[in-house]
T-cell receptor
Framework: AQSVTQLGSHVSVSEGALVLLRCNYS??????LFWYVQYPNQGLQLLLK??????LVKGINGFEAEFKKSETSFHLTKPSAHMSDAAEYFC?????????????FGAGTRLFVKA | DGGITQSPKYLFRKEGQNVTLSCEQN?????MYWYRQDPGQGLRLIYY???????QKGDIAEGYSVSREKKESFPLTVTSAQKNPTAFYLC?????????????FGPGTRLTVT
């Protein structure tokens, strides 16, 4: 069965500092992995996705994530945080067997950016 | 602009009343989904539909019902049988149901039942 674990419900960084949001997944077959961002009282927006083409995936707003099969991880990073990055971030997994409608979302990590 | 609209943004109801949340998409997507979001719990799937006139229960379907009479519309009814209906509800769509398809989300409806 698929599952997603996001380590840390809250992460706080200073403006200009590295952003690292952690995601570990469990899947019995090669997974598809996603990161979404949600601003307050809005829907989710796709940041990036991994579909096995390349292990390092670049997304919007300067974010990127690296798929590490040996660690079953898909951590999200951004070299320099901006105030506008403050939001909630969700890691999600689906797989080739169950299809997109079985996308499993993590509990989310809220990112705070200090001036 | 293509996208998903949900209405209303905020909805207030008395306990015991059924309420219907609207979701419309003009992305020409086949698949549509309804999620419930509660603080600290991520998104939980209520219902999904892969094609018109067909839909399946998700993980927390009890107390909810849906219809899919048109490709662009997927309304959700929260019935009086739903024990804890106060939540943020998100509608989404995708162009396919293969695992690599990302989902596009609407802005959500916040339902408060008192």
């Amino acid at each position: 069965a698929q599952s997603v674990t996001q380590l840390g419900s809250h992460v706080s960084v200073s403006e200009g500092a590295l952003v690292l949001l952690r995601c570990n997944y469990s899947s019995s077959v090669p997974p598809y992995l996603f990161w979404y961002v949600q601003y307050p009282n809005q829907g989710l927006q796709l940041l990036l996705k991994y579909t096995s083409a390349a292990t390092l995936v670049k997304g919007i707003n300067g974010f990127e994530a690296e798929f590490k099969k040996s660690e079953t991880s898909f951590h999200l990073t951004k070299p320099s945080a901006h105030m506008s990055d403050a939001a909630e971030y969700f890691c999600a997994v689906s797989d080739r067997e169950t299809g997109g409608f079985k996308t499993i979302f993590g509990a989310g990590t809220r990112l705070f950016v200090k001036a | 602009d293509g996208g998903i609209t949900q209405s209303p943004k905020y909805l207030f109801r008395k306990e015991g009343q059924n309420v219907t949340l609207s979701c419309e998409q003009n992305l020409n997507h086949d698949a549509m989904y309804w999620y419930r979001q509660d603080p600290g719990q991520g998104l939980r799937l209520i219902y999904y539909s892969q094609i018109v006139n067909d839909f399946q229960k998700g993980d927390i379907a009890e107390g909810y019902s849906v219809s899919r009479e048109k490709k662009e519309s997927f309304p959700l009814t929260v019935t009086s049988a739903q024990k804890n209906p106060t939540a943020f509800y998100l509608c989404a769509s995708s162009s396919g149901t293969g695992g690599s398809y990302e989902q596009y989300f609407g802005p959500g409806t916040r339902l408060t039942v008192t």
